[in-house]
């Protein structure tokens, strides 16, 4: 497997132990915090980034400042798998809208980002973290649907093992 990393941005915590579940799906050992999201990322091959969403589908405050870190770096031939946290019943209208930053930072960098999965089978109003009837990375409802999790991340999981 390519040199990987994942990155999350974590308020609660739930994001933090999803990060660690990939990790640990991946062997993966390189599992840091998005506050110590820095230019060294561009070091490895596969970044899996992934951030609960807040407010109007913001993504986690340690996020915020590495959002322009990471739109700045140079991710030619790197490639991005994205994973976020979201409440679908709580916030129907921005689930997992968080993972659309992200996205959106990633391509300004030149990644080729893994695409999500469908939206058939989540219960949710809207996000911008859909495109064309797909999320633009896993989404995941802790609060709601953890049984799904496991299921959902598979993809994930297979696909950044292949590359």
């Not at 990644?111 to 809207?126: K, M, Q, R």
Request: proline share 2%; glycine share 14%.
């Amino acid at each position: 497997m390519k040199k990987t990393v994942i990155y999350y941005g974590s308020t609660t915590g739930t994001c933090e132990e999803i990060a660690g579940r990939i990790a640990s799906a991946l062997g993966v050992s390189d599992v840091k915090s998005a506050a110590d999201f820095g230019p060294d990322a561009a070091g490895y091959d596969v970044l899996v980034l992934g951030t609960s969403t807040w407010g109007d589908g913001d993504v986690q405050d340690d996020w915020y400042g590495e959002l322009d870190t990471l739109k700045n770096l140079d991710l030619g031939g790197k490639t991005v798998a994205l994973f976020g946290c979201g409440d679908a019943e709580g916030y129907p209208d921005t689930f997992c809208g968080g993972m659309r930053a992200l996205y959106d930072a990633a391509v300004a960098a030149g990644a080729t980002v893994l695409e999500g999965p469908s939206t058939d089978g989540y219960s949710f109003e809207g996000s911008d973290a859909v495109i064309d009837g797909r999320f633009v990375g896993v989404a995941l409802d802790e609060v709601n649907e953890p049984e799904k999790t496991d299921d959902r991340l598979a993809a994930l999981i297979q696909a950044v093992k292949g590359l």
